[in-house]
């Protein structure tokens, strides 16, 4: 149910992107306009994530979850009934309120029922069912769209949410909470020095890393269909299967990624992956090869592939950087750094692209990936310095 709700989130999250060129026709917008829209979405994420998880460590975590499904899917349904652009902007910052609850909730309840030997599956199932969510929206909303109108695939596609909430409700066990009553000693600490706890920790280097990662995916998720509808004169149709192609390889890389997580040195696991990403992402947006449908399929693939193979074990970096039974304000709180990347990319990259060009925001993509690579393997070398040194026999 977590991973499906996961699902339901990322759907959400790319509800817009797939549908700009349809919206850009009717209300006349410019592409800083468009990822104004993305960055209101992604605004809430950034202010409201940490509270709230510090809400699901005292209250537990499914009414949290599932009012977050709910206020989502409500907002995107009301999306399709926005009469101008400023009131696309309110709809979008309400459904970003709903998408806050989704990663400190979620994550406290995988974080109840999965152990060292499949955590890395564990969370690995999780982020397959949002990149899912990911590779469906563009295929699924740019298809309706082009069918019955981008307003009435708003509609539809929202109430799908509010149904799945109530599924949510009645279905849902209370597995965070019954262990958070079952904890012997219930937390004294205030608001503000579990802030200082999670500000003393190595939480602060995942946080940006996070800032930098979603800076990326952010910047692919919203422009990749106006890059190749532009740069490489495909069609809309075209360019959302090219992006329904990243996110379908992502979720593969997914899977593996959490089998090699289980297994092999995350750190290095990350590093390797993102530098790929970051290449492959430069070579694409200088168009080293020919600006084809195949190309594009081809090499998006591998950049999604490449960061679906990581998010296994960023979860699990997260999980080994956390203090004690604080998994809802920890996830809350490094999710607050991909948040302030995923609101300021769109509007960042958007204004790159109108008063430059979209291939130097492409190459900006790349340059955030490399920044991720830098940053996990300088994490990597700082434990290893702190690590004790094991005493001979």
């Avoid at 790159?352 to 790349?366: K, Q, R, S």
Wanted: net charge negative.
């Amino acid at each position: 149910m977590v991973s499906g709700g996961h699902f339901i989130s990322h759907f959400y999250l790319l509800a817009f992107p797939p549908l700009f060129p349809f919206i850009l026709d009717t209300l006349a917008l410019s592409n800083t306009e468009l990822g104004l829209i993305i960055s209101a979405m992604m605004f809430p994420n950034l202010v409201l994530q940490l509270p709230i998880g510090q809400f699901v460590d005292r209250v537990g975590a499914k009414r949290v979850f599932v009012s977050g499904l709910f206020v989502t899917g409500l907002a995107t349904s009301i999306a399709g009934l926005a009469p101008n652009y400023p009131s696309l902007l309110v709809v979008a910052v309400v459904a970003g309120i709903g998408q806050s609850a989704f990663h400190p909730s979620d994550y406290a309840l995988l974080s109840t029922v999965v152990d060292d030997d499949n955590e890395g599956k564990g969370f690995s199932l999780h982020t397959f069912g949002g990149f899912a969510g990911f590779a469906a929206a563009p295929v699924v909303l740019g298809g309706l769209a082009v069918l019955i109108g981008w307003r009435v695939t708003l509609m539809i596609a929202g109430t799908a949410g509010v149904l799945y909430a109530l599924v949510a409700y009645l279905t849902l066990d209370t597995v965070y909470l019954d262990r958070i009553e079952q904890q012997d000693d219930e937390s004294s600490e205030s608001f503000l020095d579990e802030i200082r706890t999670i500000l003393d920790s190595d939480l602060v280097m995942l946080f940006v890393f996070f800032m930098l990662l979603f800076m990326a995916g952010t910047g692919i998720q919203t422009f990749t269909t106006v890059f190749l509808v532009s740069e490489y004169s495909l069609s809309e149709t075209a360019g959302n299967s090219v992006l329904t192609t990243y996110f379908a390889l992502s979720a593969i890389g997914i899977l593996l990624g959490g089998v090699f997580a289980d297994r092999f040195d995350i750190h290095s696991i990350i590093g390797g992956a993102l530098t790929i990403a970051a290449l492959v992402s430069v070579v694409l947006a200088v168009r080293v090869f020919p600006a084809t449908l195949t190309v594009a399929s081809v090499g998006f693939g591998i950049v999604g592939f490449a960061t679906g193979m990581i998010r296994p074990s960023r979860d699990s970096l997260v999980n080994l950087h956390s203090p004690p039974d604080s998994s809802g304000r920890s996830f809350g709180f490094v999710f607050s750094g991909g948040s302030l990347g995923g609101f300021v990319s769109p509007a960042l990259l958007g204004y790159v692209t109108d008063t430059l060009t979209i291939e130097i925001a492409f190459v900006g993509v790349g340059v955030f990936f490399l920044a991720c690579t830098t940053l996990v393997l300088w994490m990597r070398r700082m434990q290893h310095r702190v690590e004790p040194t094991p005493s001979p026999a």
